[in-house]
C-alpha cells in the first residue's frame, strides 16, 4: 500500500461547480496534511493545511480530515478555469516530525472547462 | 510569505558534465532545505537534505557523490549534479520552512535536461 494515494483522475468539472479532491494515507499516526496546486511545469504551491479533525476553509477552498478513516479532502467551489492543475496531497514521512520530508501522492489532475 | 529562490530555472548540458544549482531563501534563514525532484508524469520525490555547516543526508537509492550538496550559508544550499547522464533529466525542485513546524515553500524550480 502506498503512503499517500490519490485518484490521479483526470477529473474534470464544469465551470462554477465543486471539484472534490479525494486522498488517503497509510500512517495512523499522522498529524499534518498538505495540499499543494501545481501548474503544468511549475512547482508545487501550498494552498492548504489542516492538522485536526473536520472542516478548515480558506475562500473557495475547504480541507476535510478524517482521522479514523485515514482521508483527507480538497474541495474547491464555484471551480473557475484557472483552478486547473495537479492537485498533490503531502503528509511528513512516516514517523518524522519535520515539515520537510513530506511525502507526495501522485496528484490529482483536475481541469475546469468554460 | 517567505520565498525560496532557484536558478537556473532551465539548464541544458551534454553527458559527462557537471551542472550547479542554487535555492537561496530570501526573507528568512534556513539551517535546513530539501531537495527534491519530479520525473515526468510523476510526483514529488524527496532526494535529500540539505544541512547548513554539516553533511548533507540522502534519501535512500540516491546516489551522495553524484549529487553534491552544499549548504554553506543560512541562506544558501546548492546542488551539483555531477557526470550528468540522460536518465538524471528531471526537474528539481528545492524547498525550506520557517522553524520546525512552519509549512514548506518550494522553489521555482530548475528543469535539467542532459543530452
Known amino acids: 500500500q502506498k503512503e499517500v494515494e490519490q485518484n490521479s483522475g483526470p477529473l474534470s468539472v464544469p465551470e462554477g461547480a465543486i471539484a472534490s479532491l479525494n486522498c488517503t494515507y497509510s500512517?495512523?499516526?499522522?498529524?499534518?496534511f498538505f495540499w499543494y496546486r501545481q501548474y503544468s511545469g511549475k512547482s508545487p504551491e501550498l494552498i492548504m493545511s489542516?492538522?485536526?479533525?473536520g472542516d478548515k476553509e480558506d475562500g473557495r477552498f475547504t480541507a476535510q480530515l478524517n482521522k479514523a478513516s485515514q482521508y483527507v479532502s480538497l474541495l474547491i467551489r464555484d471551480s473557475q478555469p484557472s483552478d486547473s492543475a495537479t492537485y498533490l496531497c503531502?503528509?511528513?514521512?512516516?514517523?518524522?516530525?519535520?515539515?520537510?520530508?513530506?511525502?507526495f501522492g501522485q496528484g490529482t489532475i483536475l481541469t475546469v472547462h468554460p | 510569505g517567505a520565498v525560496v529562490s532557484q536558478h537556473p530555472s532551465w539548464v541544458i548540458c551534454k553527458s559527462g558534465t557537471s551542472v550547479k544549482i542554487e535555492c537561496r531563501s530570501l526573507?528568512?534563514?534556513?539551517?535546513?532545505m530539501f531537495w527534491y525532484r519530479q520525473f515526468p508524469k510523476q510526483s514529488l520525490m524527496l532526494m535529500a537534505t540539505?544541512?547548513?555547516?554539516?553533511?548533507?543526508?540522502?534519501e535512500q537509492g540516491v546516489e551522495k557523490d553524484k549529487f553534491l550538496i552544499n549548504h554553506a550559508s543560512l541562506t544558501l544550499s546548492t546542488l551539483t549534479v555531477t557526470s550528468a547522464h540522460p536518465e538524471d533529466s528531471s526537474f528539481y525542485i528545492c524547498?525550506?520552512?520557517?522553524?520546525?513546524?512552519?509549512?514548506?515553500?518550494f522553489g521555482e524550480g530548475s528543469r535539467l535536461t542532459v543530452l
Open positions: 500512517d495512523r499516526g499522522s498529524q499534518s
Open positions: 503531502a503528509v511528513p514521512r512516516a514517523g518524522g516530525t519535520s515539515y520537510g520530508k513530506l511525502t
Open positions: 540539505s544541512n547548513e555547516g554539516s553533511k548533507a543526508t540522502y
Open positions: 526573507d528568512f534563514q534556513a539551517t535546513t
Open positions: 489542516i492538522y485536526s479533525n
Open positions: 524547498s525550506a520552512h520557517q522553524g520546525v513546524t512552519g509549512e514548506l515553500f
